[in-house]
Structures are given as C-alpha cells and as structure tokens.
C-alpha cells in the first residue's frame, strides 16, 4: 500500500477516535447535568422535604403515551392542571420560580405532539379541539383517582386555554375551578384588532413600507 494512503487511513482513524470521544463525552455532561429525573423538593436543610413529589409520568391518554412532571410541596394539596399554550414550558421554572408548589400538586402535562408526549408518527390532523378536551378529561380522572380527590383546579395558559375552558364548561363536576392565562375567546375577531391596532401604529409612525407589507 503507498505510504501515502497508509498515512490518510490513519488520520481518518484518529479523526473518527477524536469526533467519537467527544461525543460520548458530550453525552456524559448531559447526563451529568440533566439525568432524565426532577431534582426532588427539598426542606431548609437541603433534605428531600418528607410528603412532597417531584417525578416525571408517563400515562397512556387517548391511546397515546403522554408525558407529565408532578411536583407539589404536599401531597394533601388540591391538585392543579396546567395546560401550557403550544409549547411546554416547564423548563422555565427553574429559571422563573414560581409558588404554586406551595399551596397545589401541581401537573405539568406536556400535551399530545408537545415535549413529552412527542410522537413522530402522529399525523396533524389528529390533534383536533375534541382530542385535546377528551385528552383533558382523561388526565383529570387518572388524576383524581390517582391522588383520591374528588376535584381538582383546571389552568389554561393562551392555546391551553382555549380546550380547557371548554373542558371545564363541559365537565363542571370534575373542577373546583377554572383559571384563564391569556385566555382565548373570539380569535377570529382579537386577530382582526390586534392586525388593525399594527396597522394604525404603522401609519401613524410614517412607515409607509410596512403599511404597504401588512
């Protein structure tokens, strides 16, 4: 074999032997840094608080594995749904604490095609309005059953909000109540102010390009 090619085979070997360690070196700060489990919830001396929760669930919903994170302070808290408004948004509580552990058991549920609950093979057409409610109402009998309450507290954020208002009206006896963040209504109608509000502020600024845009 001429030297030369020898030569290019084994720099090939030890450019595939570098790219191959840092990505298993990569891997292992993952996991290092996010192991796949919520850090449990912990007392003022840094112990695991007794009779708190902080674990992620997977739970069959509408024929589908779908994915959840419980946490809550106290288990004989009232338990409350959140139902983000597209994308999960669990990730930012870390970053943005927030008190609701306090007072509730709080489900983090990643919603059929989101986060979690991310199935590649699930075709579009499939996440209708009536799948999401049907969802909803699913989830909030596993959980009812699960933590033995009779009801719990329903939250929708923007998206969320818009099958979950609708869930709550539907199945009243499941719910102590319903909250709306950013709460969906006519759509129709708050897409037409909201494009006539840019459109007046465009012309009142004097640009005419974007006027011309929208």
Known sequence: MHPLIQKLKKMILVLFALVAGGVLLLFLLLLLYSPGKPAPLKDKNGNPLAGSISEKVFVEIGGVKQGMFIRGKSLSNPVLLYLHGGMPDYFLTPRYPKVLEEYFTVVWWE??????????????????????????????????????????????????????????????????AYIGIGQMSDQLHSERLAYQYMLDSYRLAGDGGMVRRL
Do not use: V
Request: hydrophobic fraction near 30%.
């Open 111 to 176: 919603q059929r095609w989101a986060g979690l609950s991310y199935h590649p093979g699930t075709r579009p057409e499939t996440i209708t309005p009536e799948r999401l409610i049907s969802d909803t109402r699913e989830l909030t009998n596993y959980l009812r059953g699960r933590f033995g309450q009779e009801k719990i507290y329903l939250l929708g954020r923007s998206g969320g909000s818009f099958f979950g208002i609708q869930a709550a009206a539907r199945f009243p006896e499941l719910y102590h």
